[in-house]
């Protein structure tokens, strides 16, 4: 569950694993968060943070947000390391990737294909 008011958002997710908590971040940050803790379990998790612009949220195609409230609260790299105890720290690897090469628009009459016995 996420809430905010103003400039501060806050996280309160239930049963969650390291490896979902990154994907939690890499779905609400603008890079893939991988998670590297090496901690096995699930936790409950609480996390306050302001807002800015690491923090596009969800839907990345509209960009970071162009007004970003005034927070007096951590961003959210010292959230994770004065809350949780995480770091987060910038790294190069592997990244895959998918490529549309041709799209084409279908026919007014295309559709599902249906089988029929006879």
């Not at 996280?11 to 979902?20: A, D, E, H, K, N």
């Not at 943070?49 to 609260?73: M, N």
């Not at 010292?78 to 949780?84: P, R, S, T």
């Amino acid at each position: 569950m996420t809430s905010g008011d103003g400039g501060t958002h806050r996280w309160v997710i239930g049963g969650q694993t390291m490896t979902g908590f990154a994907g939690t971040l890499s779905t609400f940050m603008d890079h893939h968060v991988e998670n590297k803790t090496g901690v096995d379990g699930s936790f409950n998790i609480r996390l306050e943070f302001a807002l800015d612009e690491h923090v596009p949220g969800p839907d990345k195609r509209y960009g970071p947000p162009t007004e970003v409230p005034e927070s007096s609260g951590p961003n959210i790299f010292k959230a994770l390391e004065q809350q949780l105890g995480l770091t987060l720290e910038l790294a190069k690897g592997p990244h895959g990737f998918l490529v549309i090469e041709h799209i084409e628009r279908p026919s007014p009459n295309s559709g599902p294909a249906i089988a029929r016995g006879r």
